[in-house]
């Protein structure tokens, strides 16, 4: 897998090409996106949308969009935070992870989060964050099944949903 930083054009546009295989990977996940209230008809995900979701992601300073790549073909996207907003919070964050329905169960959630982690790791980070949507069963387990583990329960930032906080150390490698 490589992982690759999304960048836009400098009128903000994302080629083509590469929306359209976003828009098939965010609307692949419809149950997800009913879940989550992202978009406003799940069955019915729109280039735009899925373009005008990721501009307010590259907006964000503290964030970075990374595309997953396999055999030349984008099976995953994630979105990551250095910071969050809360000063009094030291991780950094996972604020999505999404593989294409039609790959999951592949390993390709497990090697994404991998490799973010590895990341993180590298930059000296100690611990890494995230939070699952009240409902996302599927998500917790995945989550817990990669060592992270509910340190609370809050509402989320960007839409006052209701959520599980995990977080996983990062422990350096041992020299």
């Known amino acids: 897998m490589i992982l690759e930083p999304l960048t836009s054009a400098e009128d903000g546009a994302l080629p083509g090409e590469l929306l359209t295989e976003l ?10 996106h009913a879940l989550s209230g992202d978009f406003p008809d799940p069955d019915d995900i729109r280039p735009e949308q899925v373009a ?22 984008v099976v995953g996207v994630a979105i990551t935070l250095d910071r969050h907003p809360d000063p009094a919070d030291p991780d950094p964050w996972i604020g999505l992870l999404m593989v294409d329905a039609g790959q999951q169960r592949r390993g390709y959630g497990r090697e ?12 000296g980070r100690e611990g890494v964050r995230l939070a699952v949507l009240d409902g996302n069963e599927a998500g917790l387990a995945f989550w817990g099944s990669l060592g992270y583990e509910v340190i609370g329960h809050r509402r989320d930032l960007a839409a006052d949903r209701p959520c599980a906080v995990l977080r996983k150390p990062l422990p350096l490698p041992l020299p």
């Open 112 to 123: 994404l989060a991998g490799l973010i982690e590895e990341r993180f790791r590298q930059d």
């Open 23 to 32: 828009t098939a990977l965010y609307a692949s996940n419809r149950a997800f």
């Open 52 to 73: 005008a979701a990721l501009a307010d992601e590259l907006a964000e300073p503290a964030a970075q969009v990374l595309l997953a790549r396999s055999r030349g073909r």
